[in-house]
């Protein structure tokens, strides 16, 4: 069984920085990927960025290239995210997601999930 716990939610103003960060302990939790999820009111679910468990396959949504960064802390088994240049479409309900398969977390089907952490964007 594996916990993950998310924190750095917040809210911003158009252009601003967050971090988020998502901590994961439990048996193996160092050789899962993990990757980040969000989810905005009337929206389905959508993959933001994810990594596998040694941070060197690395994928990110095309809404968030250039302005997204995933890195994997494998020491503490923590995955953050640093979000740059946010805008009110990023805005949305995000979600730390592990599972032993890449493919499978990506596909959004990974056997864990956080609870979530709010990301508000004002324009």
């Known amino acids: 069984q594996v916990q993950l716990v998310e924190s750095g939610g917040g809210s911003v103003q158009a252009g601003g920085s967050l971090r988020l960060s998502c901590a994961a302990s439990g048996n193996g939790a160092s050789m899962f990927s993990m990757g980040w999820f969000r989810q905005a009111p009337g929206k389905e679910r959508e993959g933001v960025a994810g990594?596998?468990?040694?941070?060197?396959?690395?994928r990110y949504a095309d809404s968030v290239k250039g302005r997204f960064t995933v890195s994997k802390d494998n020491a503490k088994n923590t995955l953050h995210l640093h979000m740059n240049n946010l805008k009110a479409e990023d805005t949305a309900l995000y979600y730390c997601a592990a599972d032993i398969v890449f493919g499978r977390m990506w596909r959004g089907s990974p056997d864990y999930w956080g609870q979530g952490t709010q990301v508000t964007v004002s324009s």
């Open positions: 990594t596998d468990d040694a941070g060197t396959v690395i």
